[in-house]
């Protein structure tokens, strides 16, 4: 896991953030619709609330 520089802030209160979004693309060598639940397995520790948020129309 890439770690977070020192003289970076780790929390800015209050949190300016709205929303968020990443996308990732790969070729898993697991079944594709178990990687959401082994990536958020991976970072439910660092980032515990999770909103699911509408689909886009």
Request: charged share 25%; proline share 14%; aromatic share 6%.
């Amino acid at each position: 896991m890439i770690g977070v520089p020192a003289d970076l802030p780790v929390a800015i209160d209050p949190c300016p953030l709205i929303d968020a979004l990443v996308e990732v693309r790969f070729d898993p060598a697991v079944q594709p619709e178990a990687v959401f639940g082994i990536l958020l397995a991976k970072l439910r520790d660092r980032f515990p609330k999770v909103v699911p948020l509408r689909h886009a129309i």
